[in-house]
């Protein structure tokens, strides 16, 4: 594999640091080259860690583009990656000239690249904005600036994203803290806590804030000290703000520095206040100095740092916030040893410049790949972009399966919520009744999936149930293979309702793989024999939850203490939920007084379950906790999975539990609880109109009891996850990648 980086030379900071460790990391894998514009350190230092570099001086664009066009075609270079204005526009008129696929590295917003400059915003800015659109392929510099790129209509499906990776081999510095400090003129005794920022001190990094924010945390505890290494435009302005603020004294500014190991080995604690960020080196380099970690939450900083276990987060310009984190860290000399060992264990495991060395080849073979075998396309259809969490993740385990089955595949996804889903899943996906849309994707798929859930029901609508019928018939009608994938079949009440299901079913659909036994009894009432039928498990079980530390930071946020005992409720209204609200509330009770479990009240769709929860809280005796925001799936799943029984009427509260081996009771709204918790043996359960105090108290604890029994618990999961293999089965028929 040959590769042509293109780049202006002119680089500093972040995004020089990333293309040298890059580069260097690639070039005894693969043939790269680098050609830059300019001359000057960012080349010397290049060829000093052995990158092949290349410059061509001058300003006469079109004549350097006529000497790259003619090495590219001598050479027979692979793909074209490019960065920054000038980098991306010569990229983007060679491809032109030698049909090679271009990617591009977004190491920055490149509306605020030039913050503060607005010839340089109006000139380079708007080549590189151009010059992006033109390009095939883009790389963000994290998860979160891929999400920005999708927000700008970029397709998803032609992203990648990439972390900032840093060498985590052990350093020594140069000096220890005393001696960096006294080189610095920062007076400080070692009774004193230093916080500290290395960055350019212009507007996007925001260091206002920080100052204001010490001086708050300072207030309260004197020790605390300041130091700020970097250069920039800002300085005097930041200078003049500590000495308004009175704590010029405690504020040392050092300048820029090169000799970053003793930096950050003098702090106890490492800051960012950006207020726009891809994924900052500073944060690497400050874990692997072991330093706890206050930051703005923005771009991708939020990968890295847990807020409250391995460091904090605030809004960005929030002093008040910066303030009391400090403060906490300050305070507390055990806590930033505890904080600083998680975030240079995790950075070490997932943030490493090999995982980063590791990841751009993968996205170089992706990319060739796509270039010569394209790319099928798969149709998905479902409940989805709803706020629902069960839905949701109903979503996210179908594609799991299918990118397991054949990464290269591309994906178009009915959705209420387009933008939402393209952002979450990187996929394509358009108005869920966006009828011409949907018969354009059928035309171009090689299969469609109407994917999971209780799709084909009237009990919530008759409209429902007509519009999934059409897209199994209009999919097959226009060519593609369908398949209905961990479905639940009915209650469908209404007679012709019936007779149009099976109609459709029996004309229409060449598999359906069959969440619960009911489904397959439903189906069978119906008639429906044609299509290939096979009793599987709900899709979702496969999905794994959050890293332990992810799910530690939620619950320290909402002042949950973990490793402690609690019982999960996951309510919703329902005709006749109010009624049985206060039965609900003295189980509750009960829980906390019997066996000391603190209730905590989740949501699958927020929206709905709070209200509902209210109704319970509102009623209760004892300490309880109410989650009142969505979470991704895998931390709904690490939520419930810390819970020591799990009390649902939502089915995906009982999947998502029971998928961790959590015991279960469910309150019956729809015979589909009841026919999951009988499938996996989980077998407490009393029907909503029929539930009192007593009998939910005798439930619990049966729970309780059950829970004792670790083999059984074990036997469920293994049977629910065996089963759900059978729908990995029936999705490798139809998405096996190209030979």
Same mark, same amino acid.
């Given at each position: 594999m040959?590769?042509l980086h293109?780049?202006?030379?002119g680089?500093?900071?972040?995004?020089?640091?990333?293309?040298h *460790?890059?580069?260097?990391?690639?070039?005894?894998?693969?043939t790269?080259?680098m050609?830059?514009?300019?001359?000057?350190p960012?080349?010397?230092?290049?060829r000093?860690?052995?990158?092949?570099? /290349?410059?061509?001086?001058?300003?006469?664009?079109?004549?350097?583009?006529?000497?790259?066009t003619?090495?590219?075609?001598?050479e027979?270079?692979?793909?074209?990656?490019?960065?920054?204005?000038?980098g991306?526009?010569m990229?983007?008129?060679?491809?032109k000239?030698?049909?090679?696929?271009?990617?591009?590295?977004?190491?920055?917003?490149? $509306?605020?690249?030039?913050l503060?400059?607005?010839?340089?915003?109006?000139t380079y800015?708007?080549?590189?904005?151009?010059?992006l659109?033109?390009?095939?392929?883009?790389i963000?510099?994290s998860?979160?600036?891929?999400?920005?790129?999708?927000?700008?209509?970029?397709?998803?499906?032609?992203?990648?994203?990439?972390?900032?990776?840093?060498d985590?081999?052990?350093?020594?510095?140069?000096m220890d803290?005393?001696?960096?400090?006294?080189?610095?003129?920062?007076?400080? @005794?070692?009774?004193?806590v +230093?916080?500290?920022?290395a960055?350019?001190l212009?507007p996007?990094?925001?260091i206002?804030?920080?100052?204001?924010g010490?001086?708050?945390?300072?207030?309260q505890?004197?020790?605390?000290r300041l130091?700020i290494?970097?250069?920039g435009?800002?300085?005097a302005?930041?200078?003049?703000?500590?000495?308004?603020?009175?704590?010029?004294?405690? #504020?040392c500014?050092?300048g820029? /520095?090169s000799?970053?190991?003793?930096?950050?080995?003098?702090?106890?604690?490492?800051?960012?206040?950006?207020?726009?960020?891809t994924?900052?080196?500073a944060?690497?380099?400050?874990?692997?100095?072991?330093?706890?970690t206050?930051?703005?939450q923005? @771009?991708?900083?939020s990968?890295?740092?847990?807020?409250?276990?391995?460091?904090?987060?605030?809004?960005?310009?929030?002093?008040?916030?910066?303030?009391?984190?400090?403060?906490? %860290?300050?305070?507390?000399a055990?806590?930033?040893?505890?904080?600083? $060992?998680?975030?240079?264990?995790k950075?070490k495991?997932?943030? *490493? +410049?090999?995982?980063?060395?590791?990841?751009?080849?993968e996205?170089?073979?992706? +990319? /060739?790949r796509?270039?010569?075998h394209?790319r099928?396309? #798969?149709?998905?259809?479902?409940?989805?972009?709803?706020?629902?969490?069960?839905?949701?993740?109903?979503?996210?385990?179908i594609l799991?399966? %299918? $990118?397991?089955?054949?990464?290269d595949?591309?994906?178009?996804?009915?959705?209420?919520?387009p933008?939402?889903?393209?952002?979450?899943?990187?996929?394509?996906?358009f108005?869920t009744?966006?009828?011409?849309?949907?018969?354009?994707?059928?035309?171009?798929a090689k299969?469609f999936?109407?994917?999971?859930?209780?799709?084909?029901?009237? #009990?919530?609508?008759?409209?429902?149930?007509?519009?999934?019928?059409?897209?199994?018939?209009?999919?097959?009608?226009?060519?593609?293979?369908v398949i209905?994938?961990?479905?639940?079949?009915?209650?469908i009440?209404?007679?012709?309702?019936?007779?149009?299901?099976a109609?459709?079913?029996?004309?229409?659909?060449d598999?359906?793989?069959l969440r619960d036994p009911?489904?397959?009894?439903?189906?069978?009432a119906?008639?429906?024999?044609?299509?290939?039928?096979?009793?599987?498990?709900?899709?979702?079980?496969?999905?794994?939850p959050?890293p332990a530390?992810?799910?530690? @930071?939620?619950?320290?946020?909402?002042?949950?203490?973990?490793?402690?005992?609690?019982?999960g409720?996951?309510?919703?209204?329902?005709?006749g939920?109010?009624?049985?609200a206060? =039965?609900?509330?003295?189980?509750?009770?009960y829980?906390?007084?019997?066996?000391?479990?603190?209730?905590?009240?989740?949501? +699958?769709?927020p929206?709905?379950?709070v209200?509902?929860?209210?109704?319970?809280?509102?009623?209760?005796? #004892?300490p309880?906790?109410?989650f009142?925001?969505?979470?991704?799936? =895998?931390?709904?799943?690490?939520?419930?999975s810390?819970?020591?029984?799990?009390?649902?009427? $939502?089915?995906?509260g009982?999947i998502?539990?029971?998928?961790q081996?959590?015991?279960l009771?469910?309150?019956?709204?729809?015979?589909?609880?009841?026919?999951?918790l009988?499938?996996?043996?989980?077998?407490?359960?009393?029907?909503?109109?029929?539930?009192?105090p007593?009998?939910?108290?005798?439930?619990i604890?049966?729970a309780?009891?059950r829970?004792?029994?670790t083999?059984f618990l074990?036997?469920?999961?293994?049977?629910?996850?065996?089963m759900?293999r059978?729908?990995?089965?029936?999705?490798?028929?139809?998405?096996?990648?190209?030979?």
């Amino acid at each position: 594999m040959k590769v042509l980086h293109l780049i202006s030379g002119g680089d500093t900071g972040g995004a020089k640091t990333h293309v040298h *460790s890059l580069l260097a990391g690639l070039t005894p894998r693969i043939t790269v080259r680098m050609v830059c514009f300019t001359e000057g350190p960012f080349t010397q230092e290049a060829r000093a860690l052995g990158i092949d570099t /290349l410059v061509l001086p001058g300003r006469n664009f079109f004549a350097n583009l006529q000497k790259l066009t003619r090495m590219v075609q001598e050479e027979g270079y692979d793909i074209l990656h490019s960065h920054g204005a000038r980098g991306n526009m010569m990229a983007a008129f060679l491809a032109k000239r030698t049909g090679l696929p271009t990617v591009s590295t977004v190491h920055s917003d490149y $509306r605020l690249d030039y913050l503060g400059r607005p010839l340089s915003r109006l000139t380079y800015g708007t080549i590189n904005t151009i010059a992006l659109r033109k390009l095939n392929y883009r790389i963000g510099v994290s998860d979160a600036m891929v999400d920005l790129l999708i927000d700008r209509h970029f397709d998803p499906e032609r992203l990648f994203s990439i972390y900032n990776g840093l060498d985590f081999t052990p350093r020594t510095p140069a000096m220890d803290r005393a001696a960096f400090l006294r080189s610095v003129g920062m007076d400080a @005794g070692e009774e004193c806590v +230093i916080a500290g920022i290395a960055a350019r001190l212009n507007p996007v990094k925001d260091i206002a804030t920080l100052i204001r924010g010490f001086a708050r945390a300072h207030a309260q505890f004197p020790a605390l000290r300041l130091l700020i290494a970097g250069d920039g435009e800002e300085i005097a302005n930041l200078k003049a703000l500590a000495a308004s603020l009175g704590v010029a004294d405690a #504020v040392c500014f050092a300048g820029w /520095l090169s000799d970053t190991d003793s930096f950050y080995n003098a702090l106890d604690i490492n800051t960012l206040t950006s207020i726009s960020e891809t994924f900052p080196y500073a944060l690497t380099e400050g874990a692997r100095a072991g330093l706890p970690t206050v930051s703005s939450q923005v @771009g991708g900083v939020s990968y890295l740092i847990d807020h409250g276990a391995n460091g904090f987060l605030f809004p960005p310009g929030d002093d008040k916030a910066l303030a009391g984190h400090l403060l906490t %860290l300050a305070r507390d000399a055990k806590l930033r040893k505890t904080m600083g $060992r998680k975030l240079y264990e995790k950075a070490k495991r997932e943030f *490493s +410049i090999e995982a980063t060395i590791q990841r751009q080849l993968e996205i170089y073979e992706a +990319i /060739l790949r796509y270039e010569k075998h394209g790319r099928d396309q #798969v149709v998905i259809c479902g409940a989805y972009g709803r706020g629902n969490a069960g839905d949701d993740a109903i979503l996210l385990a179908i594609l799991r399966e %299918l $990118r397991s089955i054949n990464p290269d595949l591309s994906f178009q996804v009915f959705s209420r919520n387009p933008m939402d889903t393209r952002r979450t899943y990187r996929v394509n996906a358009f108005y869920t009744f966006h009828f011409w849309r949907a018969v354009r994707c059928f035309k171009k798929a090689k299969f469609f999936i109407n994917g999971g859930g209780s799709l084909m029901q009237d #009990v919530t609508s008759y409209r429902s149930l007509w519009f999934y019928l059409w897209t199994l018939a209009a999919a097959k009608r226009h060519g593609c293979p369908v398949i209905m994938y961990g479905c639940g079949i009915g209650p469908i009440h209404n007679p012709r309702n019936r007779q149009r299901t099976a109609r459709v079913m029996n004309r229409y659909v060449d598999a359906i793989t069959l969440r619960d036994p009911d489904s397959q009894k439903e189906l069978a009432a119906l008639g429906v024999t044609r299509p290939r039928i096979a009793l599987s498990a709900d899709t979702t079980v496969s999905l794994p939850p959050a890293p332990a530390d992810v799910v530690d @930071g939620i619950l320290d946020s909402h002042g949950i203490p973990v490793g402690g005992k609690y019982i999960g409720f996951v309510l919703r209204p329902w005709p006749g939920f109010e009624e049985k609200a206060p =039965a609900i509330a003295a189980a509750a009770d009960y829980a906390y007084e019997t066996y000391g479990y603190t209730p905590v009240f989740f949501p +699958i769709e927020p929206r709905l379950d709070v209200p509902a929860a209210q109704r319970v809280t509102q009623r209760l005796h #004892v300490p309880y906790h109410l989650f009142t925001e969505a979470y991704t799936a =895998a931390q709904t799943i690490g939520i419930l999975s810390r819970m020591q029984l799990v009390v649902s009427m $939502r089915l995906h509260g009982l999947i998502f539990a029971g998928s961790q081996g959590v015991p279960l009771v469910g309150i019956v709204y729809d015979q589909k609880v009841s026919s999951f918790l009988s499938y996996v043996g989980q077998d407490l359960y009393e029907d909503l109109p029929a539930l009192t105090p007593e009998g939910l108290k005798t439930l619990i604890d049966q729970a309780v009891s059950r829970g004792r029994d670790t083999g059984f618990l074990t036997q469920s999961v293994d049977r629910l996850r065996q089963m759900e293999r059978v729908n990995r089965e029936v999705l490798e028929e139809y998405a096996a990648p190209h030979p």
